[in-house]
């Protein structure tokens, strides 16, 4: 049962401050609740209905997107019902669209503002951008209905291992102090040392928590520091522990889920899309279909067929301050035609699989998932952490920090394995460190490539142009 603390939080300490932030945040989420339960046909009717709403705000306010939306014949301002077919008719827009024609996208005098902010760049790609308060409303609302699903209400304690510089870098005390106010703890996942870990324990012993949210690396480091010390963390309030900002592996799950004693649930989305997706209670990762149009394309820029894999492009129906219209996320999906299991007429995503720049590329032109390359680094003995970077399909480097079982055998199992995954003739160079720490976003990327999948396969091949196939592992 709810504390009084927490009710309060709930219906006034928690809705007043989105009211004093112009944020329409708790009437979307009445909105959400409602319809989430139409069928998908009528998802899709409310899709098409914001997406129109979508393009005429762009065709007045976004000279950009109005001479693309002119030249591909739509008239958002007719009569005629949109279709996903119609939209297609657009070009897909890309990072760098963005970042150079930014002039001609926001919309500055949008009511409420338009709010500029600079992505961590994980991608290799940082983009500057601008959201409105209907995206800000967008994403809290979708968030809240999402923990909703887990049996976590708003006003429930929740802690948050974030490392993200927009929020820690925010007025230290007055934050702190809202963040209490509001039931929630900040613990620094860009300083995840020994002694820090330690006392991060304690806090969410003595918080009790219903949540614990955060990179699911920072999430998998903590409970591996939780299991070398012999703790297992049993909170009678805990419901969930939620991961975001990159791919939550099979091991990292199991790891966090041993340790705090709960499910762990994936969170999918980006600074510049938003919040975009989130696993239920059935294991299904359900789109936030009333905020967003998913699309998921193969190279060739064709849908894929249910069961396959290919780059998420997203059209935000909240993002009218800056348009994003047919975006390229650059995050690969697999593609499901799947209906929930739970009775909601959100659409469910197959699998998030990471970024392009989570996969290699094979000598022999075959894309690989990162994991290839993880398990082989997870199953040599004296390695505590890693990142391995491919700088070209011959080149690659991994920073190694040893433990006391590292031995020559382990340096020779490290570059026969990754040769035997990624070809005989890769130049595979080791570096030992004593840290890796992570990216400038606060994330960890175990695997990094700086070859373009189709670039890679071209310069491999050098020939016919291949077909691009993910391996399975």
């Given at each position: 049962?709810?504390?009084?603390?927490?009710?309060?939080?709930?219906?006034?300490?928690?809705?007043?401050?989105?009211?004093?932030?112009?944020?329409?945040?708790?009437?979307?989420?009445?909105?959400?609740?409602?319809?989430?339960?139409?069928?998908?046909?009528?998802?899709?009717q409310l899709q098409m209905h914001k997406?129109?709403?979508?393009?005429?705000?762009?065709?007045?306010?976004?000279?950009?997107?109005?001479?693309?939306?002119?030249?591909?014949?739509?008239?958002?301002?007719?009569?005629?019902?949109?279709?996903?077919?119609?939209?297609?008719?657009?070009?897909?827009?890309?990072?760098?669209?963005?970042?150079?024609?930014?002039?001609?996208?926001?919309?500055?005098?949008?009511?409420?503002?338009?709010?500029?902010?600079?992505?961590?760049?994980?991608?290799?790609?940082?983009?500057?951008?601008?959201?409105?308060?209907?995206?800000?409303?967008?994403?809290?609302?979708?968030?809240?209905?999402?923990?909703?699903?887990?049996?976590?209400?708003?006003?429930?304690?929740?802690?948050?291992?974030?490392?993200?510089?927009?929020?820690?870098?925010?007025?230290?005390?007055?934050?702190?102090?809202?963040?209490?106010?509001?039931?929630?703890?900040?613990?620094?996942?860009?300083?995840?040392?020994?002694?820090?870990?330690?006392?991060?324990?304690?806090?969410?012993?003595?918080?009790?928590?219903?949540?614990?949210?955060?990179?699911?690396?920072?999430?998998?480091?903590?409970?591996?520091?939780?299991?070398?010390?012999?703790?297992?963390?049993?909170?009678?309030?805990?419901?969930?522990?939620?991961?975001?900002?990159?791919?939550?592996?099979?091991?990292?799950?199991?790891?966090?889920?041993?340790?705090?004693?709960?499910p762990a649930a994936n969170e999918f989305?980006?600074?510049?899309?938003?919040?975009?997706?989130?696993?239920?209670?059935?294991?299904?990762?359900?789109?936030?279909?009333?905020?967003?149009?998913?699309?998921?394309?193969?190279?060739?820029?064709?849908?894929?067929?249910?069961?396959?894999?290919?780059?998420?492009?997203?059209?935000?129906?909240?993002?009218?301050?800056?348009?994003?219209?047919?975006?390229?996320?650059?995050?690969?999906?697999?593609?499901?035609?799947?209906?929930?299991?739970?009775?909601?007429?959100?659409?469910?995503?197959?699998?998030?699989?990471?970024?392009?720049?989570?996969?290699?590329?094979?000598?022999?032109?075959?894309?690989?998932?990162?994991?290839?390359?993880?398990?082989?680094?997870?199953?040599?003995?004296?390695?505590?952490?890693?990142?391995?970077?491919?700088?070209?399909?011959?080149?690659?480097?991994?920073?190694?920090?040893?433990?006391?079982?590292?031995?020559?055998?382990?340096?020779?199992?490290?570059?026969?394995?990754?040769?035997?995954?990624?070809?005989?003739?890769?130049?595979?160079?080791?570096?030992?460190?004593?840290?890796?720490?992570?990216?400038?976003?606060?994330?960890?990327?175990?695997?990094?490539?700086?070859?373009?999948?189709?670039?890679?396969?071209?310069?491999?091949?050098?020939?016919?142009?291949?077909?691009?196939?993910?391996?399975?592992?």
């Amino acid at each position: 049962m709810a504390s009084l603390y927490n009710r309060l939080v709930a219906h006034t300490l928690f809705p007043l401050h989105e009211r004093l932030m112009q944020r329409p945040t708790f009437g979307y989420l009445n909105e959400l609740e409602k319809s989430q339960w139409l069928s998908r046909t009528g998802v899709e009717q409310l899709q098409m209905h914001k997406l129109k709403l979508l393009l005429q705000s762009a065709e007045q306010h976004s000279p950009w997107h109005a001479e693309r939306i002119h030249a591909a014949g739509l008239e958002p301002r007719s009569d005629t019902t949109l279709t996903l077919e119609a939209l297609r008719r657009l070009p897909t827009m890309t990072k760098q669209d963005a970042t150079r024609n930014i002039e001609q996208l926001v919309w500055r005098d949008i009511p409420g503002g338009a709010f500029k902010y600079n992505t961590g760049g994980s991608s290799g790609q940082p983009l500057i951008f601008h959201y409105g308060r209907l995206r800000q409303a967008s994403d809290a609302a979708g968030r809240i209905r999402a923990r909703r699903w887990w049996g976590v209400e708003v006003g429930d304690r929740e802690i948050y291992l974030w490392g993200a510089p927009v929020e820690l870098n925010k007025t230290g005390h007055i934050k702190a102090l809202r963040d209490r106010l509001l039931n929630q703890l900040v613990l620094n996942a860009f300083d995840m040392s020994v002694a820090n870990m330690d006392a991060y324990i304690e806090a969410i012993r003595g918080f009790q928590p219903k949540c614990i949210y955060g990179y699911a690396s920072s999430l998998a480091l903590l409970a591996a520091h939780a299991k070398e010390r012999g703790i297992k963390l049993r909170l009678p309030s805990l419901k969930v522990v939620c991961t975001t900002g990159e791919p939550l592996y099979p091991h990292q799950r199991k790891l966090i889920e041993d340790i705090f004693g709960v499910p762990a649930a994936n969170e999918f989305g980006s600074r510049d899309i938003g919040f975009t997706a989130h696993e239920t209670p059935n294991g299904q990762m359900l789109l936030m279909s009333e905020s967003i149009i998913l699309e998921v394309l193969d190279a060739q820029g064709n849908p894929v067929a249910p069961g396959e894999s290919g780059e998420a492009v997203m059209t935000g129906l909240c993002s009218h301050a800056q348009p994003f219209i047919r975006y390229r996320t650059g995050d690969v999906v697999r593609y499901a035609n799947d209906t929930c299991k739970a009775g909601r007429g959100l659409h469910v995503i197959g699998e998030v699989m990471g970024r392009t720049t989570d996969f290699v590329v094979r000598s022999d032109g075959t894309i690989m998932h990162a994991l290839a390359v993880i398990y082989v680094l997870r199953a040599t003995e004296g390695i505590d952490e890693f990142k391995f970077i491919q700088h070209t399909i011959q080149d690659v480097e991994i920073f190694v920090v040893r433990n006391p079982d590292w031995t020559e055998q382990s340096r020779d199992k490290t570059v026969s394995g990754i040769q035997a995954r990624l070809g005989n003739n890769v130049r595979v160079e080791l570096r030992f460190v004593d840290s890796i720490p992570p990216e400038v976003s606060g994330k960890y990327r175990y695997v990094v490539s700086h070859v373009p999948l189709q670039s890679g396969l071209d310069s491999a091949l050098q020939e016919s142009p291949p077909t691009i196939q993910l391996e399975k592992i």
